[in-house]
C-alpha cells in the first residue's frame, strides 16, 4: 500500500445532498474540496458515509432500515468526483457521537439505555444498513459501493469506544463480503479499552490525535509518543496504522506557527516509522465555509499561493505530500 498525507472532509455526504437538491449556493462544493485537495498532493480523503439523523432533510437512513434518495446522492456525487480528481476516500459508516445521529439515534430507535456494542438487535440492524449502503449501485457510475476503485476503505464507526472487539468480529466478514477490495477499519481514537484486539480484526489500525481536547500538557511531545507507540503496537500486530485526525485549535492557546511547527513534528515521526500507512488531518474546508465552522478548520483560498497565513497549512500539507510520496 502507498503511503499518503490526507485530510478529512466530513461534510461530503450533507453538501453534496443539498447540491443535488439544488439548495442555492451549494453547487460545486463537493468539487472545490477534492479539487484543492488532488491540487496539494492529498490522494486520500476521508468523510462521512452516515447521516442518521430523522430530523435532517438529507439523512442517508431517516428510520430504520430505510434508506433516501436524497442522503444516497451525497455519497454518490463524492464518489464520482473523487475519481475525477484522483482521489481515494475512506468513508465512515457510522458515528459514536450525536452528530448526524449517531450510536445515540440507534438507541432511540431500539428503545435502548446502553450497551449498543453488545446489543444484538442494534447490532444486526447496523450490519444490514451497512450491506445496504455497500451494495447500492451510483447512478452516476453504474458502479456498487463496496467495488468503486474511488474508495480505499471502510471505517465500522467513526471514534468507537469502550469495548469493541466482539462487535467489530460480527461486522467485518460483512463488510469484507460486500466490498472485498476495499480496506476495513474501526475507526477508532486508540483510547478503546481493548485497542489491540480490535486492531487485530481489520486491515488497519486506527488512532486520532487532539492533545488540546484530552488536557495533555504538552502537544508536541505527547502527540510524538502517541503515534510511536501505538504504531509499534500495530507493528506488533502486523498491521499498519493510520492517523485518521489529528488537529490543534486556531482558538487557544497556540500561535499558528507554533501550532504548525508541531504539526511537523507529528508528521516526521509518523513518516519515519515503516508502520504508519497515512495520516489525516481534521480538517479541510471550502471557501464559503465561514471561518468560525469548526475550530481546526485549515484551507485553500481560491487566487492564493499556499503558504498565504490565511490558508494556515495548505502548504505544509503540499509539502508533506510530496515528502510521503
Given at each position: 500500500?502507498?503511503?499518503?498525507i490526507?485530510t478529512n472532509?466530513?461534510?461530503?455526504?450533507?453538501?453534496?445532498?443539498?447540491?443535488?437538491?439544488?439548495?442555492?449556493?451549494?453547487?460545486?462544493?463537493?468539487?472545490e474540496?477534492?479539487?484543492?485537495?488532488?491540487?496539494?498532493?492529498?490522494?486520500?480523503?476521508?468523510?462521512?458515509?452516515?447521516?442518521?439523523d430523522?430530523?435532517?432533510?438529507?439523512a442517508?437512513?431517516?428510520?430504520?432500515g430505510?434508506?433516501?434518495?436524497?442522503?444516497l446522492?451525497?455519497?454518490?456525487?463524492?464518489?464520482?468526483r473523487?475519481?475525477?480528481?484522483g482521489?481515494?476516500?475512506?468513508?465512515?459508516?457510522?458515528?459514536f457521537?450525536e452528530?448526524?445521529?449517531?450510536?445515540?439515534?440507534y438507541?432511540?430507535?431500539?428503545?435502548?439505555?446502553?450497551?449498543?456494542?453488545?446489543?444484538?438487535?442494534?447490532?444486526?440492524h447496523?450490519?444490514?444498513?451497512i450491506?445496504?449502503?455497500?451494495?447500492?449501485?451510483?447512478?452516476?457510475?453504474?458502479?456498487?459501493?463496496?467495488?468503486?476503485?474511488?474508495?480505499?476503505?471502510?471505517?465500522?464507526?467513526?471514534e468507537?469506544?469502550?469495548?469493541?472487539?466482539?462487535?467489530?468480529?460480527?461486522?467485518?466478514?460483512?463488510?469484507?463480503?460486500?466490498?472485498?477490495?476495499?480496506?476495513?477499519?474501526?475507526?477508532?481514537?486508540?483510547?478503546?479499552?481493548?485497542?489491540?484486539?480490535?486492531?487485530?480484526?481489520?486491515d488497519?489500525?486506527?488512532?486520532?490525535?487532539?492533545?488540546?481536547?484530552?488536557?495533555?500538557?504538552?502537544?508536541?511531545?505527547?502527540?510524538?509518543?502517541?503515534?510511536?507507540?501505538?504504531?509499534?503496537?500495530?507493528?506488533?500486530?502486523?498491521?499498519?496504522?493510520?492517523?485518521?485526525?489529528?488537529?490543534?485549535s486556531?482558538?487557544?492557546?497556540?500561535?499558528?506557527?507554533?501550532?504548525?511547527r508541531?504539526?511537523?513534528?507529528?508528521?516526521?515521526?509518523?513518516?519515519?516509522?515503516?508502520?504508519?500507512?497515512g495520516?489525516?488531518s481534521?480538517s479541510?474546508?471550502?471557501?464559503?465555509?465561514?471561518?468560525?465552522?469548526?475550530?481546526?478548520?485549515?484551507?485553500?483560498?481560491?487566487?492564493?499561493?499556499p503558504?498565504?497565513?490565511?490558508?494556515?497549512?495548505?502548504?505544509?500539507?503540499?509539502?508533506?505530500?510530496?515528502?510521503?510520496?
Amino acid at each position: 500500500m502507498k503511503r499518503f498525507i490526507g485530510t478529512n472532509c466530513y461534510f461530503l455526504q450533507e453538501e453534496g445532498a443539498r447540491e443535488c437538491l439544488g439548495w442555492t449556493g451549494y453547487d460545486g462544493r463537493v468539487d472545490e474540496a477534492l479539487r484543492k485537495c488532488a491540487g496539494l498532493g492529498l490522494t486520500v480523503v476521508r468523510a462521512w458515509a452516515f447521516n442518521d439523523d430523522p430530523d435532517n432533510p438529507v439523512a442517508i437512513q431517516p428510520a430504520p432500515g430505510q434508506l433516501s434518495e436524497a442522503g444516497l446522492a451525497g455519497i454518490d456525487l463524492a464518489l464520482e468526483r473523487a475519481a475525477a480528481h484522483g482521489v481515494q476516500l475512506i468513508l465512515s459508516l457510522g458515528n459514536f457521537w450525536e452528530d448526524y445521529g449517531g450510536v445515540p439515534q440507534y438507541l432511540r430507535w431500539h428503545n435502548a439505555r446502553g450497551g449498543f456494542f453488545g446489543n444484538s438487535k442494534i447490532i444486526e440492524h447496523y450490519g444490514d444498513h451497512i450491506e445496504a449502503l455497500l451494495s447500492r449501485v451510483n447512478p452516476r457510475t453504474g458502479i456498487a459501493w463496496g467495488h468503486d476503485p474511488a474508495v480505499l476503505g471502510w471505517e465500522l464507526m467513526n471514534e468507537p469506544r469502550g469495548r469493541i472487539a466482539g462487535w467489530v468480529e460480527q461486522l467485518v466478514p460483512r463488510v469484507r463480503a460486500a466490498a472485498p477490495d476495499h480496506l476495513v477499519l474501526t475507526g477508532g481514537e486508540g483510547q478503546e479499552d481493548d485497542w489491540d484486539e480490535s486492531s487485530a480484526l481489520v486491515d488497519v489500525a486506527s488512532i486520532h490525535l487532539y492533545p488540546e481536547e484530552w488536557g495533555w500538557p504538552d502537544a508536541a511531545d505527547a502527540g510524538v509518543r502517541w503515534i510511536r507507540s501505538h504504531a509499534d503496537r500495530a507493528a506488533a500486530l502486523n498491521k499498519p496504522l493510520l492517523l485518521g485526525e489529528f488537529g490543534l485549535s486556531n482558538r487557544r492557546g497556540l500561535k499558528l506557527p507554533e501550532r504548525r511547527r508541531i504539526y511537523r513534528r507529528w508528521l516526521a515521526a509518523a513518516r519515519a516509522h515503516p508502520a504508519v500507512l497515512g495520516a489525516c488531518s481534521w480538517s479541510f474546508s471550502t471557501d464559503d465555509r465561514p471561518d468560525a465552522w469548526d475550530e481546526f478548520t485549515w484551507t485553500w483560498r481560491d487566487g492564493t499561493d499556499p503558504s498565504a497565513a490565511s490558508n494556515r497549512y495548505a502548504d505544509l500539507h503540499r509539502d508533506e505530500a510530496a515528502r510521503w510520496a
